[in-house]
């Protein structure tokens, strides 16, 4: 059974930092992609970063050049790089992990980024 388990959240003050951990237990038969979303209060899930197999990455607009995502597959862990952090930026974060097979999400890990 495939498990994600997200850490690393926290409160922070606006200018921080945070570096978030998704370490992903079990088999895939083929990933393609795992993804960090959050979603702050009343608004929909959105995508924050992602990287491919191949090591391609995206980010959202809101977040480039601020936010980095990278993994480390020996430990099967994604990570998200959270540095000049904003108010906007609060929300929990989940991460997601993309197969041939089905999507797989965590539970998330909660954000607050105070002014």
């Known amino acids: 059974q495939v498990q994600l388990v997200e850490s690393g959240g926290g409160v922070v003050q606006a200018g921080g930092s945070l570096r978030l951990s998704c370490v992903v237990s079990?088999?895939?038969?083929?990933?393609?992609?795992m993804g960090w979303y959050r979603q702050a209060p009343g608004k929909q899930r959105e995508l924050v970063a992602a990287?491919?197999?191949?090591?391609?990455?995206n980010y959202a607009d809101s977040v480039k050049g601020r936010f980095t995502i990278s993994r480390d597959n020996a430990k099967n862990t994604v990570y998200l790089q959270m540095n000049s952090l904003k108010p906007d930026d609060t929300g929990v974060y989940y991460c997601?992990?993309?197969?041939?097979?089905?999507?797989?999400w965590g539970r998330g890990t909660q954000v607050t980024v105070s002014s």
């Open positions: 997601r992990l993309s197969s041939t097979v089905r999507d797989y």
């Open positions: 079990g088999s895939i038969f083929k990933f393609l992609s």
């Open positions: 990287i491919t197999s191949g090591g391609s990455t």
